[in-house]
């Protein structure tokens, strides 16, 4: 297939309200998990309309700003995409939503630390979709509701997490919040 722009989809993962948590809240890896947990980190837009086939010129108008997203997976090959993602406190967002036209989402830096260590960071100047187009995309694919959460753009950790790690999430122009890794008891 090509690789244009217009054509390419972002992958779209579901978080129950259950998954959602917030900075400094321990991230309970499931006991069917397998001990660890992967880490995606994101910049995250929030709606604040009803979104339904947004324009990326639109996206302004229509979100109440961007914050940190953390998208926890855990489990291995035979757990469902769904499964993998959607556990109670897999989805940290904060520390708070930047609002304002001073914030240009293209072009933030986007890290992840491990215990103290940077283990990846990115540009999001360097990301296949500029962050309107993802975020209009998933308005083609779904209809949005104010609070939901759309992870735009991030970059993975390489190694999983295990219970008594610290996730540090920064982003450039929003902040950064800590996350501690703990074994769910479940």
């Given amino acids: 297939g090509s690789t244009d722009r217009t054509e390419q989809w972002p992958q ?27 880490a995606f980190v994101g910049l995250a837009a929030v709606a604040k309309t009803i979104c339904k086939n947004v324009t990326p010129e639109q996206v302004g108008s229509v979100i109440a700003g961007w914050s940190i997203g953390v998208d926890f997976a855990s489990g291995g090959e035979d757990i469902s995409f769904s499964q993998a993602r959607a556990w109670d406190t897999s989805a940290a967002i904060g ?23 940077e283990v990846v960071s990115a540009n999001s100047a360097d990301f296949p979709l500029k962050a309107a187009e993802a975020f209009a995309k998933v308005t083609h694919m779904m209809t949005l509701l104010p609070g939901d959460v759309v992870i735009v753009g991030g970059v993975e950790a390489a190694q999983p997490l295990s219970a008594g790690e610290r996730l540090t999430s920064a982003i450039t122009g929003v902040g950064q919040m800590e996350n501690m890794l703990v074994s769910a008891n479940r």
């Avoid at 520390?95 to 260590?117: L, R």
């Fill in 95 to 117: 520390p708070w939503i930047v609002v304002g036209p001073g914030f240009n989402p293209d072009n933030v830096t986007i890290s992840a630390s491990v215990s103290g260590q």
């Fill in 12 to 38: 779209v993962g579901i978080k129950p309200n259950t998954a959602v948590i917030g900075p400094d809240d321990p991230i309970a890896i499931p006991a069917w998990g397998g001990g660890t947990a992967r």
